[in-house]
């Protein structure tokens, strides 16, 4: 009874470092704020989240390495301190390159994170409850990515000032530092020979450490893909202006936090398999959808659809990955993480399309694409996970 006591203890500091991994996703409303505030035109704009993105791909692998010699949690606490600086900056000075600054500090932050938070939770929850709690780390991270457009806008209207948006995140962060700090967690023992490069991406030669690697870069690609591309759908086909279009983005994540916090209780009671089936061929409809439906309604029904369903595919693919080479924790973790770069390649492919085609059915035709490559993962899942 008192380990059960003791492990609901320790998850509060680590759900509370999932709420600052979902930090990240201020860039969205922030990147649109930064470009009125400096006049910058869309290409320059978007250097910001592209500096995000950007070192998931540099820093996953090197953190799984790093993990070896010190450790998830105290990675997990470094994580935390270079996210503490990142939101700092704004707040000691406001200009274009500190701003460059902020984002690359949050993207190097949250790349530490998603490697060895992922991971430290394991420690705490294992065998078949482990996918449910991903998820529901998961709808805690989309609290905060949820919330970060409504503080920026309250404080523009109250403050005329939306950067109080980063002081605030900063003191959840600060205190996610401390709690976290003072938490003991058994690790399980991997700190022995350090992998090399080599060693970690020799692991994509094994086939389901590959394919999930290639399914979180659909999912972080079909993510940010709606996101970029509902509003535009909605402007293309209704003539709606950005400010209208705009909430379209609001519905995913609304739904994409439901979906999170739902499917933390259906993977505790049904399989891995099944609510993965279920989930793609629920996205596969949605994006279907997008294809034809003209009125704006029908496009908020499959934006919706596609929150809900996409809201899972993350943990249920992470916690494979992990649970089949769980003496290898580390550097899978830093493999799939690094797949999160999917988020810079398909927007760029998405964008080729559409213009290609002249209409955002291109960007939909990619994001297709992606989903059915999910469906086809299902396969590979398996039914019961045991540690």
């Known amino acids: 009874m008192n380990n059960i006591k003791n492990s ?5 500091p680590v759900m509370l470092a999932f709420f600052a991994m979902g930090f990240v996703d201020l860039v969205g409303i922030a990147t649109n704020y930064v470009k009125a505030d400096f006049a910058l035109d869309d290409t320059t704009a978007n250097l910001f989240p592209s500096m995000v993105f950007f070192w998931f791909l540099i820093c996953s692998v090197p953190t799984g390495m790093l993990m070896n010699k ?25 200009n274009f390159y500190i701003m460059l600054l902020s ?5 190097i932050g949250n790349a530490l994170m998603q490697v060895s938070l992922n991971p430290l939770l394991s420690n705490i929850v294992s065998g078949d409850k482990l996918a449910s709690s991903l998820t529901f780390g998961q709808f805690v991270k989309a609290i905060a990515s949820f919330s970060a457009p409504i503080i920026a806008a309250w404080a523009a209207m109250q403050f005329n000032n939306w950067k109080i948006l980063f002081p605030i995140f900063m003191v959840v962060a600060v205190v996610a530092v401390v709690f976290l700090g003072i938490t003991k967690i058994q690790e399980d023992d991997e700190k022995g020979e350090t992998s090399t490069f080599t060693q970690c991406f020799a692991l994509l030669g094994d086939k389901l450490i590959f394919f999930s690697f ?16 509902a509003p535009k759908i909605l402007i293309e086909r209704l003539g709606m202006t950005l400010a209208d279009a705009g ?28 609510f993965f089936a279920v989930s793609t061929l629920m996205m596969f409809v949605a994006m279907g959808g997008l294809f034809f439906v003209e009125s704006k309604t029908a496009i908020y029904v499959c934006v919706a659809l596609m929150g809900f369903g996409n809201s899972n595919v993350f943990p249920i693919i992470f916690s494979q990955a992990l649970l089949h080479l769980p003496e290898k924790k580390n550097e899978v973790s830093g493999l799939m993480i690094m797949g999160l770069f999917g988020g810079t390649i398909f927007p760029l492919v998405m964008g080729v399309a559409s213009d290609t085609m002249k209409s955002q059915a291109g960007a939909v035709a990619v994001m297709l694409m992606g989903i059915i490559y999910l469906i086809t ?3 590979r899942i398996k039914k019961q996970l045991i540690k």
């Open 377 to 379: 993962f299902t396969t």
């Open 247 to 274: 909430y379209a983005t609001s519905i995913y994540f609304l739904f994409r936090t439901i979906g999170c916090f739902s499917g933390t209780f259906i993977l505790a009671k049904l399989s891995s398999r099944i």
């Open 103 to 107: 984002f690359s500090l949050l993207g």
């Open 214 to 229: 290639v399914g979180i870069m659909c999912h972080v690609g079909i993510d940010v893909g709606i996101n970029v591309t």
């Open 70 to 94: 010190i450790g998830r949690r105290k990675t997990v606490l470094l994580s935390l301190v270079v996210t503490v600086f990142a939101l700092l900056l704004p707040v000691l000075d406001y």
């Open 8 to 12: 609901y203890i320790k998850l509060i």
